[in-house]
Every structure is written in C-alpha cells, then in structure tokens.
C-alpha cells in the first residue's frame, strides 16, 4: 500500500486545487466562457469546504485519532460509531457510495439527536427543512461535495474501480 496522505497534506492538495479552480472560473467568467451565480459559487465552496474538513473519507478512523474528528470539536465523538463501523480504505473510501455513507450518517445522527433533544424537551423546535431547493443550486452542491470526496482519494492512490464489494466485505467483518 503507497503511503497514505496525512490530513494535514490532503487539506493542502483540496485548498491547492480549489485555489487553481477559483481563478480558472474566474477568467472563464470574466472571458464570458461560463456563468456562474454568485449563489451557485457559494454553494460550491461551501460544500466543498464542508466536505475537505468535517466529512472526510478519513471518518472512518474515527474510533482513534483523526484530523477530520478534532475538526468537528466536543462533537467528534459523535463520528466514533462511524469509524467502528466502516473499516479504512473500505467502503468510505469508494467513489460514489463513500461520500453518500457520511451524509446519510450524519442525516441519521442528526434525527436521532433531534429525537432525542424532543423527548426531553418537546418543545424543541424541529429544524425547519430547507426550502425547496432549485437544481441549478443543487447541483453546485453535490459537485463540491463530491470533488472534494474525489481529491482525497485521488491522493490516497485509490481508483474509481475500489471494489465496492471488498468494501461490504470489510464492513461486514
Ligand atoms: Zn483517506
């Protein structure tokens, strides 16, 4: 196995690439090649952002020490049963499942705490959904999520074939 990419070297290629990627946007802007919303280039960077700190492909070593934890402060122990569950480099690692892993635990955690918070205190408020959410800034979105997925495990050597059965495997296990 190559040698695995500290957080600290993976956040530095995602800053460099999305620096590279803002200033080509830019100029294509500016030579009106493309258009792009100040809204939709807020929702890129955002998720992008979100994606290269708090949900990293590196949850999965959650149960110890790990650089996207500490990131999330008195809350990183929330990501512990994530990383007991899914082994590294398995199934968290695969390109199109991975990132979906992540949201849909944090989806999970999310009601659960609210559910738990309500049982306590019904009269927590619910978090009111998102308004409908229009595709043109949906996609922006998953884009930066997912690009920032992809840098990870672009520098962790890890191609888009990582069989997504040895990762059920390794989860099962
Ligand atoms: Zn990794």
């Given at each position: 196995?190559?040698?695995?990419?500290?957080?600290?070297?993976?956040?530095?290629?995602?800053?460099?690439?999305?620096?590279?990627?803002?200033?080509?946007?830019?100029y294509?802007?500016?030579?009106?090649?493309?258009?792009?919303?100040?809204?939709?280039?807020?929702?890129?960077?955002?998720?992008?952002?979100?994606?290269?700190?708090?949900?990293?492909?590196?949850?999965?070593?959650?149960?110890?020490?790990?650089?996207?934890?500490?990131?999330?402060?008195?809350?990183?122990?929330?990501?512990?049963?994530?990383?007991?569950?899914?082994?590294?480099?398995?199934?968290?690692?695969?390109w199109?499942?991975?990132?979906?892993?992540?949201?849909?635990?944090?989806?999970?955690?999310?009601?659960?705490?609210?559910?738990?918070?309500?049982?306590?205190?019904?009269?927590?408020?619910?978090?009111?959904?998102?308004?409908?959410?229009?595709?043109?800034?949906?996609?922006?979105?998953?884009?930066?999520?997912?690009?920032?997925?992809?840098?990870?495990?672009?520098?962790?050597g890890?191609?888009?074939?990582?069989?997504?059965?040895?990762?059920?495997?390794?989860?099962?296990?």
């Amino acid at each position: 196995m190559p040698a695995v990419p500290s957080g600290r070297v993976h956040n530095l290629i995602n800053i460099g690439a999305y620096s590279v990627l803002a200033a080509g946007t830019l100029y294509a802007t500016r030579q009106h090649l493309v258009t792009v919303t100040p809204a939709q280039a807020m929702n890129f960077t955002l998720a992008f952002t979100v994606g290269t700190f708090l949900l990293s492909p590196d949850l999965d070593l959650a149960e110890g020490r790990v650089d996207s934890k500490r990131h999330w402060g008195l809350l990183g122990f929330l990501w512990v049963p994530y990383g007991m569950l899914f082994s590294h480099r398995g199934l968290s690692h695969t390109w199109i499942l991975g990132p979906l892993t992540r949201l849909a635990y944090l989806a999970f955690m999310t009601v659960l705490i609210v559910g738990l918070l309500r049982t306590v205190w019904p009269e927590f408020p619910l978090p009111r959904l998102l308004e409908p959410v229009s595709m043109k800034l949906l996609l922006p979105f998953a884009l930066g999520y997912y690009l920032s997925q992809w840098l990870h495990l672009i520098a962790d050597g890890v191609r888009p074939d990582h069989g997504v059965r040895r990762g059920y495997r390794k989860l099962r296990r």
